[in-house]
């Protein structure tokens, strides 16, 4: 999935990532024994139901004894015989509880929303089952009355009516079962390559009716040195010496490489290196001044998930991923992309400002996060709470960093000054603010673009952590207001995060909308707080103040 840090051009359809993922490994066992989550605020100890540290040998073994289990699985929540589950990740709890997220497969074909999550006690017993669709998977047939060649025309067509260049589908396009709207389909999906119109690279995924040739789906997928950084200020990196030269591999934290484009928009780039430990000199005009600060948001998005959630890397496997520094020429955008597993960051207009803020970088690793995740779909509702979870993180690793060129706010890309005039991309205290963004859910929220329906998670987000009304942090005055009328306590930014990412890791699915996801946090603040506690009526009363149930 690629998933850009905004939309410069409004679609009118954007899409889902649906790639399956086949086989992923995971966990038993804790590393040094506890659970990250733990209540900065009081000091006390980490939460039952809070997620713990796991060895990634340890997450291997568990992830094969979930998959060795799969098909007594499957029976027991009432698949038919053509179904079959394949682990994508697994979350396990301080006291025991494991939560296992499946993608499904019929006959042998990816199913693309057919994507549960199965929750275990300690002992074992299945406590519950959380599905990104209900439907039975009945196929009258898996023979397609339209040819491949069709629906990879259908979705080259659509690529080049969007805009895109060098247009070709990526490879030819495979035979699923579509189930994501609610009724099971026999599909074909085509990826269609190339570039869109922004520069920003092509991973159109159309979902085309195999027994129809009508159009089912489509969406865009592309979501220790010194380091002397345009906003970070001088920090420290970790880096890798080999011989008498270093380089930018941060061999502490999974392996993670920041390499120069040097203008291109393809391939890996060039690994940075030289004879000294020091990168960049803080003005924009050094090529390393941008990858120190790409180096040191990844570095501090890590240490955020660690600190924070427990979690080793994004996928929890302990492995890093890479960052592309100086894509092409005046390109304003960043972007995340499943396909090589990585954060690319254009250098802005006049090549002048780098997107490589912090909170940017960390924005681009989340929606990594999610899709080893939930995989919430790129599209729609669950588009927004997509692109609203990495603002989420983003802001939370900002605040975690606790850097004085950069202090922790609820604005995001303040640094970057997209819009030529110092103004912030976006504001989650006040979505609105931007000139597109929702404050509050209504009926056509799906139909806006992903980075504006966010709005209301956002809001959310803030008013759960802040509370309502006229305030100042760091310097910086909000000014929250709710849909009802409402005033909203917050119950702090810790607790709040704590329940955003239990619920994306283990309550959320592809399909989610904001009705589900009010229902994902509740259960998230109930697991970890309690039903009868302050923070589940926080949630609650946060989410009808942005008018979500």
């Not at 410069?8 to 889902?16: F, M, N, P, Q, Y």
């Not at 090549?351 to 490589?356: G, Y």
């Amino acid at each position: 999935m690629t998933s850009p840090l905004y939309a410069r051009h409004k679609r009118t359809t954007l899409a889902i990532a649906t790639a399956v993922a086949a086989g992923a490994l995971l966990t038993t066992g804790l590393t040094s024994g506890t659970s990250a989550a733990a209540d900065s605020a009081s000091g006390k100890p980490a939460l039952a139901a809070a997620p713990v540290l796991l060895s990634a040998p340890a997450r291997t073994t568990l992830i094969k004894e979930q998959q060795a289990n799969a098909t007594k699985t499957a029976d027991e929540i009432g698949l038919g015989a053509q179904e079959k589950l394949v682990v994508k990740d697994v979350v396990k709890d301080a006291d025991g509880t494991v939560h296992t997220r499946y993608e499904r497969t019929y006959a042998g074909l990816p199913v693309l929303g057919g994507d549960l999550v199965v929750h275990e006690s300690k002992s074992g017993e299945t406590k519950g089952v959380t599905r990104a669709t209900k439907a039975a998977l009945k196929i009258a047939s898996l023979k397609p009355t339209v040819t491949a060649a069709k629906a990879e025309k259908q979705a080259v067509t659509l690529a080049k009516a969007d805009g895109s260049e060098k247009t070709e589908a990526n490879s030819a396009p495979r035979k699923v079962i579509w189930a994501a709207d609610g009724k099971p389909t026999l599909a074909y999906e085509t990826v269609v390559g190339g570039l869109q119109e922004d520069g920003t690279p092509n991973e159109l995924h159309v979902i085309t009716d195999a027994a129809t040739g009508k159009k089912l789906y489509e969406h865009q997928a592309i979501e220790t040195g010194t380091g002397n950084t345009t906003y970070s200020g001088t920090v420290t990196l970790s880096t890798t010496k080999s011989g008498s030269t270093y380089n930018l591999t941060d061999g502490t934290r999974g392996g993670h490489k920041t390499y120069n484009l040097n203008r291109g928009t393809s391939g890996t780039g060039t690994l940075y290196s030289g004879s000294d430990d020091v990168w960049g000199n803080g003005n924009p005009s050094n090529t390393e001044t941008a990858a120190a600060d790409a180096h040191y948001g990844a570095q501090i998005t890590w240490d955020f998930y660690k600190s924070a959630f427990g979690r080793n890397g994004i996928r929890n496997d302990g492995k890093g991923a890479y960052s592309r520094v100086h894509y092409g020429n005046s390109y304003v955008n960043a972007f995340w992309s499943d396909s090589c597993f990585c954060m690319t960051y254009g250098d802005g207009s006049g090549n002048t400002n780098p997107l490589t803020s912090l909170d940017v970088a960390a924005h681009e690793m989340s929606h990594g996060l999610t899709s080893v995740t939930a995989g919430l779909n790129y599209s729609g509702e669950s588009g927004g709470l997509n692109e609203a979870t990495s603002d989420i993180f983003g802001a939370g690793a900002e605040f975690f960093a606790n850097n004085s060129s950069d202090v922790g706010d609820y604005l995001i890309g303040e640094e970057i000054d997209i819009n030529g005039d110092g103004s912030p991309l976006r504001y989650m205290d006040k979505p609105s603010k931007d000139g597109a963004s929702k404050d509050s859910w209504s009926s056509s929220l799906g139909s806006v673009d992903v980075h504006y329906s966010s709005g209301p998670a956002n809001h959310f987000f803030y008013l759960l952590s802040e509370g309502s009304g006229s305030k100042t942090i760091n310097g910086v005055t909000y000014n929250s207001p709710t849909s009802n009328g409402s005033t909203v306590t917050g119950i702090g930014r810790t607790k709040a995060l704590q329940i955003w990412y239990k619920a994306l890791t283990t309550y959320m699915t592809s399909t989610t909308k904001y009705a589900q996801a009010r229902t994902a946090t509740l259960n998230a603040a109930s697991a970890l707080y309690g039903a009868s506690s302050a923070e589940y009526k926080a949630v609650a009363a946060a989410w009808s103040a942005v008018n979500v149930g």
